[in-house]
C-alpha cells in the first residue's frame, strides 16, 4: 500500500470511530416538547415528534416522575429502575438526555449490563454501593460510593450496581446522555431471549452443560 493509503485508512477509520462514539444529535430548535396527545402517527422518526412551540409550558420541561420509590421486591435481583421519557418529561425530546432514578433493596444488585447508545454518571443518594465497569481490554475499574459521590459508566461498556449493605436500601440517580441510552442485562439477554438462544451455543459460550441452560433459564425467568 501507498504512504497516503495508510494516510487514507487512518482517516477513515478515525471518522468511523468518531461517528460511532457520537451523542444523540443536536436538536434543531430550542426545544421540541414531545407530543404525548396525538394519537400515534403510522410513521417512524428518529425521536417524537413536537407540538407547536408556541403551547409549550414550564410544566413541559418539570417532572416529578422520580419523586417515589421504585417497587424493588418487584425485580428478582431486587432493584428498580425509573426513567424520565418524552412521556413524563416531554421537554427532554431531543436534547439527548436521560435521568434514571434508581432503587436498590439491602443486598440488591443491578447485574451486569450495558446501555449501547449512552454514558452514564451515576450518583450515590443513599446507602453505600459498590460498582464497576469492564473496558475492552479486559480490566475491570471499581469503586465504592457513599451518598453524594459520583461514577461514570463509559458508553457501551459491561458495569454493575450493588448494594453494599444487607439490612438498608440504596438510592442512586443516573444521568444518559441519549434519549435512549438503551439497556440489557447480559445473563437474562443471554437465558432468556424470545426465542432462545439454541442450547448449544449456550452451552459452548459459558462452558455449561445442558443441565445447567435450563437451570440458568429457570432460575432467570426464561
Ligand atoms: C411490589 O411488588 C410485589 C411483588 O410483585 C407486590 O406483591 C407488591 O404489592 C408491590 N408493592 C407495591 C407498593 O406496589
Not at 475491570?140 to 454493575?160: D, N
Not at 431471549?193 to 432467570?220: C, H, W, Y
Amino acid at each position: 500500500m501507498r504512504p497516503n493509503s495508510y494516510l487514507l485508512q487512518l482517516f477513515l477509520t478515525l471518522f468511523l470511530l468518531l461517528g460511532l462514539s457520537k451523542p444523540d444529535p443536536d436538536p434543531l430548535q430550542d426545544y421540541c416538547v414531545a407530543d404525548t396527545k396525538t394519537p400515534k402517527l403510522p410513521l417512524f422518526l428518529n425521536g417524537v415528534p413536537c407540538i407547536d412551540p408556541k403551547q409549550a409550558s414550564s410544566s413541559h420541561f418539570a417532572t416529578s416522575a422520580l419523586s417515589k420509590p421504585g417497587n424493588t421486591s418487584a425485580n428478582m435481583f431486587g432493584f428498580s429502575v425509573t426513567l424520565t421519557t418524552t412521556i413524563n418529561l416531554p421537554g427532554l425530546n431531543t436534547m439527548g438526555l436521560t435521568l434514571a432514578r434508581i432503587d436498590i433493596a439491602a443486598d440488591g444488585i443491578v447485574p451486569p449490563h450495558w446501555h449501547p447508545r449512552a454514558s452514564e454518571v451515576t450518583t450515590c443518594l443513599q446507602g453505600a454501593l459498590l460498582v464497576g465497569f469492564v473496558d475492552n481490554l479486559d480490566r475491570l475499574f471499581t469503586q465504592q460510593l457513599r451518598a453524594g459521590e459520583s461514577f461514570v459508566f463509559p458508553k457501551g461498556l459491561i458495569h454493575f450496581l450493588s448494594n453494599l449493605d444487607s439490612s438498608k436500601p440504596a438510592l442512586a440517580v443516573s444521568g444518559f446522555n441519549s434519549q435512549n441510552p438503551g439497556g440489557q442485562i447480559a445473563s437474562v439477554v443471554s437465558f432468556t431471549s424470545k426465542p432462545a438462544i439454541p442450547d448449544e451455543i449456550l452451552k459452548k459460550a459459558f462452558k455449561i452443560n445442558g443441565q445447567d441452560v435450563t437451570k440458568m433459564r429457570r432460575n432467570l425467568g426464561g
